[in-house]
């Protein structure tokens, strides 16, 4: 089956883009309705169709991508009685950008069996810029031959498609891949509160560590909220974060393997979200940490 009509849930900051590049490459796109109109209205614009259920998107398109928050939205999507398998026609293929729970992946993909439906996940990397630009990296699990069927739907937005493996394998290198860059973040915050109460100048902080062994993206997305009080470099809510996190923790203990630093970013996380930072950008992971040293009220 060749690719024509494509169906997106999920039009926000990572989904507007995806969806916009879709269209610039000449495929059908279909949009969920949602209550945040600018997106759906935007891409309406550029020539897609708004459809009100996630049933008529099943129906009309030949392949449906997710770009929703977590586990417990992409199994409603799926399993509900409104869902994707009860209305998708049989050669659906539904693809999974979410950070999602790799064993909920893997029972999704059977059940989709059943169903002569095709699943399989394909999470993303960085940020709602690369989205816009179409150079998203995704790492990408299931059968080879459907992933080949979907390449020239996900070359639209992606730049680096990885195939990682079975079903279920996208999200695990997903979860593997957030706990480092979201530890990364942690520990830059850490730092950066450390020489903001020691006096460093932070310009000078910044050309050191950026140039040396220490250097990471993440450090260098966050110490421009210490420079120009910018966090729009790491547009990523620090509750989306924080769930990644628990994911993470989930697998391992299910492998099992001991996680102790990720059981550390995790707290951190739930912390700043019991302080209020939930929907803040994982950037203001240093505001938290300034007040908890006396810097900042």
């Given at each position: 089956?060749?690719?024509?009509?494509?169906?997106?849930?999920?039009?926000?900051?990572?989904?507007?883009?995806?969806?916009?590049?879709?269209?610039?490459?000449?495929?059908?796109?279909?949009?969920?309705?949602?209550?945040?109109?600018?997106?759906?209205?935007?891409?309406?614009?550029?020539?897609?169709?708004?459809?009100?259920?996630?049933?008529?998107?099943?129906?009309?398109?030949?392949?449906?991508?997710?770009?929703?928050?977590?586990?417990?939205?992409?199994?409603?999507?799926?399993?509900?009685?409104?869902?994707?398998?009860?209305?998708?026609?049989?050669?659906?293929?539904?693809?999974?950008?979410?950070?999602?729970?790799?064993?909920?992946?893997?029972?999704?993909?059977?059940?989709?069996?059943?169903?002569?439906?095709?699943?399989?996940?394909?999470?993303?990397?960085?940020?709602?810029?690369?989205?816009?630009?179409?150079?998203?990296?995704?790492?990408?699990?299931?059968?080879?031959?459907?992933?080949?069927?979907?390449?020239?739907?996900?070359?639209?937005?992606?730049?680096?498609?990885?195939?990682?493996?079975?079903?279920?394998?996208?999200?695990?290198?997903?979860?593997?891949?957030?706990?480092?860059?979201?530890?990364?973040?942690?520990?830059?915050?850490?730092?950066?509160?450390?020489?903001?109460?020691?006096?460093?100048?932070?310009?000078?902080?910044?050309?050191?560590?950026?140039?040396?062994?220490?250097?990471?993206?993440?450090?260098?997305?966050?110490?421009?909220?210490?420079?120009?009080?910018?966090?729009?470099?790491?547009?990523?809510?620090?509750?989306?974060?924080?769930?990644?996190?628990?994911?993470?923790?989930?697998?391992?203990?299910?492998?099992?393997?001991?996680?102790?630093?990720?059981?550390?970013?995790?707290?951190?996380l739930v912390m700043a979200e019991t302080m209020g930072y939930g929907e803040r950008y994982?950037?203001?992971?240093?505001?938290?940490?300034?007040?908890?040293?006396?810097?900042?009220?």
């Amino acid at each position: 089956m060749t690719i024509k009509t494509v169906g997106l849930i999920g039009v926000g900051l990572m989904g507007h883009g995806i969806g916009k590049n879709i269209l610039s490459k000449g495929f059908k796109l279909n949009v969920l309705a949602h209550k945040n109109r600018a997106p759906v209205e935007s891409l309406m614009s550029k020539g897609a169709t708004e459809c009100k259920s996630v049933a008529e998107i099943a129906a009309a398109s030949d392949m449906v991508i997710l770009v929703v928050t977590g586990t417990p939205q992409v199994e409603a999507i799926v399993l509900g009685t409104d869902g994707l398998l009860a209305h998708g026609r049989k050669g659906l293929v539904i693809a999974d950008c979410s950070t999602a729970e790799p064993d909920s992946t893997q029972r999704l993909a059977a059940e989709a069996a059943k169903h002569g439906i095709h699943f399989v996940d394909t999470p993303m990397t960085r940020t709602p810029n690369e989205a816009e630009a179409g150079k998203l990296g995704l790492m990408v699990g299931g059968d080879a031959a459907i992933l080949d069927m979907i390449k020239p739907v996900l070359e639209c937005f992606a730049d680096l498609i990885v195939h990682t493996g079975e079903v279920g394998t996208g999200h695990q290198v997903k979860l593997i891949n957030n706990f480092l860059s979201v530890g990364h973040a942690t520990i830059a915050a850490e730092a950066i509160t450390v020489a903001a109460k020691a006096g460093v100048d932070m310009a000078a902080l910044q050309r050191v560590i950026m140039g040396g062994g220490a250097a990471s993206v993440m450090f260098g997305r966050l110490i421009n909220v210490p420079l120009s009080d910018d966090d729009s470099h790491a547009k990523f809510a620090i509750r989306n974060a924080r769930k990644d996190l628990r994911y993470y923790t989930n697998m391992t203990e299910k492998l099992p393997v001991a996680s102790f630093m990720a059981e550390q970013v995790h707290q951190t996380l739930v912390m700043a979200e019991t302080m209020g930072y939930g929907e803040r950008y994982v950037p203001r992971l240093i505001d938290v940490m300034m007040k908890l040293a006396g810097l900042k009220k």
